[in-house]
């Protein structure tokens, strides 16, 4: 059995529905088709920078990440530290003690003057640049 609507039913369900105020949408909360216009749109606007940014953390965090093919060497290396002087000075101290044993600070200036005695220090700076 099928069941028949008439416009005159549905007037008859609604009977202030045709009596609008001038401006008011028959949508009555929903708001004006404009309104909901503006609403996606701002929607959208929202989901595009959202992907802008997560595409924009993607592409750091592949920046930042050792061993990528197209990247800089200076990102792939992790940030070290200077040396201090005294750390500077304790390994100085650790290769002199290996070539030289265990000897007094006296007898080691010997040995540096009788081997190094007549070399400039930019002598010694230029060859240092060089390894």
Not at 23 to 31: D, F, K, Q, T
Not at 37 to 47: A, C, D, K
């Amino acid at each position: 059995m099928a069941i028949e609507i008439n416009f005159d039913d549905l007037k008859a369900l609604a009977p202030a529905a045709g009596k609008l105020a001038p401006g008011a949408s028959p949508l009555g909360e929903i708001g004006s088709g404009q309104d909901l216009m503006q609403s996606i749109t701002g929607l959208l606007e929202r989901v595009n920078s959202t992907i802008t940014n997560v595409k924009e953390l993607f592409s750091l965090a592949r920046g930042i990440m050792p061993g990528q093919p197209g990247q800089p060497a200076s990102l792939a290396k992790t940030y070290a530290p200077q040396p201090t002087l005294a750390q500077q000075l304790h390994r100085a101290a650790n290769v002199l003690y290996g070539v030289y044993g265990d000897i007094t600070l006296a007898e080691l200036l010997q040995r540096l003057l009788q081997q190094y005695g007549n070399t400039k220090l930019s002598a010694i700076l230029k060859a240092l640049e060089g390894l």
